[in-house]
T-cell receptor, first 115, second 115 residues
Framework: GENVEQHPSTLSVQEGDSAVIKCTYS??????FPWYKQELGKRPQLIID?????GEKKDQRIAVTLNKTAKHFSLHITETQPEDSAVYFC??????????????FGGGTRVLVKP | DSGVTQTPKHLITATGQRVTLRCSPR?????VYWYQQSLDQGLQFLIQ???????AKGNILERFSAQQFPDLHSELNLSSLELGDSALYFC??????????????FGPGTRLTVT
């Protein structure tokens, strides 16, 4: 089955700096890669996703890049703000018609933005 | 607010007991997914239902079962509870099982504590 590795496990940045989180996946059939943000005691919130036919996607201060050949994808947060402090999870899934698209999650990255 | 609702928010019960967790998906979503989040195992996929039928299964214990009803709400039944079953249980929903509408939106979770 799919295995997703996520690094680093913790990341501390100064407000205004950039943060980068990297994930690798094992199953070359995976073709959908979402990122979730989870604040303490709350639900995981989808913040951005990318499909395998796209190499990069951007939404305001966050961007995701995908390298299918190397089987890795990354989340980039620019101009970090204290409210970006949370745990971020990457995930991988295989979109198959008439089948399930269960998400396999990485282990999470705890991001702390210091004011 | 994702539009996915879960009840109860918290559940405290004893070992050996049985509990039922309930989830209502977003309006119009046909797929329901159950995930378990624990400190040592991270976010793990348990099971998916699509329009009333089981669609995909993860490492769900035999003591756990689920179903999706005609009104599309889902219930996760956990029996013969053990201390290790203490975790956050999330439900997520998406428009379809596969082939389109892959985004999964998570409910607020049910925190289960087994004593």
């Amino acid at each position: 089955g799919e295995n997703v590795e996520q690094h680093p496990s913790t990341l501390s940045v100064q407000e205004g700096d950039s943060a980068v989180i990297k994930c690798t996946y094992s199953d070359s059939a995976s073709n959908y890669f979402p990122w979730y943000k989870q604040e303490l005691g709350k639900r995981p919130q989808l913040i951005i996703d990318i499909r395998s036919n796209v190499g990069e996607k951007k939404d305001q201060r966050i961007a995701v890049t995908l390298n299918k050949t190397a089987k890795h994808f990354s989340l980039h947060i620019t101009e970090t703000q204290p409210e970006d402090s949370a745990v971020y999870f990457c995930a991988a899934s295989q979109m198959i018609k008439a089948a399930g698209n269960k998400l396999t999650f990485g282990g999470g990255t705890r991001v702390l933005v210091k004011p | 607010d994702s539009g996915v609702t879960q009840t109860p928010k918290h559940l405290i019960t004893a070992t050996g007991q049985r509990v039922t967790l309930r989830c209502s998906p977003r309006s119009g979503d046909l797929s329901v997914y159950w995930y378990q989040q624990s400190l040592d195992q991270g976010l793990q996929f348990l099971i998916q239902y699509y329009n009333g039928e089981e669609r995909a299964k993860g490492n769900i214990l035999e003591r756990f079962s689920a179903q999706q009803f005609p009104d599309l709400h889902s219930e996760l039944n956990l029996s013969s509870l053990e201390l290790g079953d203490s975790a956050l249980y999330f439900c997520a929903s998406s428009p379809r099982g596969g082939g389109g509408g892959y985004e999964q939106y998570f409910g607020p979770g049910t925190r289960l504590t087994v004593t």
